[in-house]
């Protein structure tokens, strides 16, 4: 850098710092927009406390690989692949989209895979550390520019379909959606999913259920995330065709929802949800197999981010009380936030329990620890973002990383996947 910069203002809880032990084990990537640090990108191993720099230049992030190996990042001209020590082990350029992680499954072999939508609208499967590329879907299959939607099951299956500016552009108003095996040559199983994308619904892919022949889709005219309402879910069995409406909606954005990490087809979600704090947010589980909702907090709490612990016997989620009629920009909606917090409910008591104390800061971003007994959290304070940890029993809250940039909170979450990913253990 070209100033020296105390340890204490950036990581005053590593081991190799000020902290004695480490707060809590795994790998933290993060990036700092400060001015010293011209937005690069960096992993933290906090554990040991050893830090790494992942190049130069501006970067966000896209996550980490399943084994904890790997860490996907957007750069200025494409996308990179490093190592958990910093090291660049393969960049892409010419992409109209991100490429993806593979979820472990019987066609991931024993190392992680990255999927790649190229241009050409192929999806090439990169295998990693090393390996030859292959070919899972062939050029034409994700439409112009490779910008189709398309999602990867646990047991090796893709569904996907163009996005409605791709059936649009093209002068088809018709929207299909294509269930295949990740092998190329393997046979395509074709759904009609609307008429007319326009006048009738156009059906976002989000997931496949996990565990399931299920996939969850928002719908609607255009089932974007700027819907002040949030859209409408919708289940889509991928053997049949069937959609069955779910009676639940939700922003679709990926800090709106998780899944149970054990029972199939059981979805958190902030319920309800829209862009603005002042529409209600009201945390729920949901089964997608039943269509049963159950709704967890009252109308007066906005909920975000919901969290599963390992065993899935807790859920952690930030709420805040709503405000009805807020209006303003940004920065004024913003501002409805101070005092979100960070609560844990037991699936087995149906209890809540408060575990930060924000005071007029703004909580949020809850990660598990490897062992469900802490979590990792972001606190928004004073211009600034700290990262924190909390013990699950309330004895310690510490700070960890301090300085981070804020960014902006009124759409249903922060973005956070952008600028931090946490891997619990390795």
Known sequence: TNAVIDCADVFPGL???????????GRLAFVDKRRVFNGDAGVIDLGQGNTWSLGKGSRTLIGWSPSGEYLLVTEDRGYSVYRYDGTEVRSFDNLAVPPFWALPGPLSGEGDQLAVPDIDGQLMIVPFPEGQPRLALPP??????????????????????????????????EQT??????????PVTTWRLSSDVLRKAYYQVIDWAPRTRLILAG?????????????????????????????????????????????????????????????????????????????????????????????????????????????????TLERTLDGRAIYVFDLKSRETRLLTHPGDAVDGWPQW???GTRLLYTRQQGGHTDVRVVWLDGSHDELLVTGLADPMCYYGGCGWSRMLAYYPDH
């Not at 081991?15 to 084990?25: A, I, R, Y």
């Not at 099951?153 to 088809?172: C, E, V, Y």
């Not at 959606?177 to 393997?186: D, K, N, R």
């Open 140 to 173: 034409g299959s994700l439409g112009q520019g490779g910008r189709g939607i398309v999602r990867w099951s646990p047991d090796g299956w893709l569904a996907w379909s163009l996005n409605i500016d791709q059936l649009i552009g093209a002068g088809q108003l």
């Open 369 to 371: 620890s490897a062992d």
């Open 15 to 25: 081991p190799t710092c000020l902290g004695k032990e480490p707060l809590v084990g």
């Open 219 to 331: 719908r609607g005219i255009t089932a974007n995330s700027a819907w002040i309402d949030g859209a409408p879910l919708v289940s889509i069995n991928a053997d049949t065709g069937q959609k069955t409406d779910l009676g639940a909606g939700m922003l679709l954005t990926s800090e709106a929802y998780a899944w149970h990490p054990t029972q199939p087809g059981l979805l958190a979600l902030a319920e309800g949800g829209g862009r603005l704090l002042s529409e209600t947010k009201r945390l729920g589980l949901l089964d997608v197999t039943t269509g049963k909702l159950d709704t967890l907090t009252s109308e007066d709490i906005a909920a975000f981010e919901p969290a599963w612990s390992p065993d899935g016997s807790l859920l952690a989620y930030a709420a805040v009380h709503t405000s009805p009629g807020a209006t303003g920009d940004g920065t």
């Open 177 to 186: 959606l294509y269930v295949q095996l990740a092998e190329s040559g393997t």
